[in-house]
């Protein structure tokens, strides 16, 4: 886990200096995203169920007269999640997190025919957890706490509509745990890292 902390710092420092000025176009949006899968993870006990991610907030494109630039976004993140019981299906708790989310992107953008461009936008994100519900759930509330820090990177594919309205769909995968626990046994389940779909629109003003 700590040489894949230290790729995604080499990114954002990376990506972080690309000159300013050399960029012929600022445009200052805001986004949203909603998630498209609800991964299940399950064991013989009970099983977790991600049920939905929505995003908003405002994000900032700066693209080179080559359609190369950057693309960062500061969005907050509300994700919810519930544990059931996996015999009877009963839900046991619900959890429901807040984050402030920060993906920081190398974005590429090629004409097809006007008004219509599509781009490709790769880079590190950071998530940082603002507030949240604690696990209420007895047999595992004493040895579960809720990491404050994550990270990963993104890959984005979309299109661009009169220079104005994106719309796009995006791959992530976490580098990082949601959870540090005191009981190995429940570690593989809360943290699998599986990949992440999602849909994003940004409108520019």
């Not at 059931?84 to 004409?111: C, G, M, Q, R």
């Not at 007895?138 to 984005?156: C, P, R």
């Not at 809360?190 to 003003?205: M, V």
Request: no cysteine.
């Amino acid at each position: 886990m700590k040489s894949k902390t230290r790729i995604l710092l080499v990114a954002i420092v990376a990506l972080s200096m690309i000159s300013m000025p050399s960029f012929a176009q600022l445009k200052l949006g805001l986004k949203g995203e909603v998630g498209l899968n609800k991964p299940t993870f399950s064991s013989e006990a009970f099983k977790v169920e991600n049920m939905n991610v929505f995003k908003v907030g405002p994000s900032l494109e700066a693209i080179s007269e080559t359609g190369l630039g950057l693309d960062i976004s500061v969005l907050y993140s509300n994700e919810k999640m519930e544990v059931k019981d996996f015999k009877t299906d009963n839900s046991l708790f619900e959890v429901e997190s807040h984050y402030l989310d920060v993906p920081l992107n190398l974005k590429f953008k090629i004409a097809i025919a006007s008004p219509l461009k599509v781009y490709l936008a790769t880079g590190p994100y950071a998530q940082f957890r603002v507030a949240g519900d604690k696990f209420n759930w007895d047999e595992i509330s004493s040895t579960i706490e809720e990491k404050k820090f994550q990270a990963g990177v993104n890959v984005g594919l979309g299109a661009e509509i009169i220079n104005s309205v994106q719309l796009g769909v995006n791959y992530r995968l976490k580098l990082t745990d949601d959870y540090s626990f005191s009981d190995p046994k429940w570690e593989d389940l809360f943290n699998e890292n599986k990949g992440f779909w999602s849909i994003s629109a940004t409108i520019y003003f």
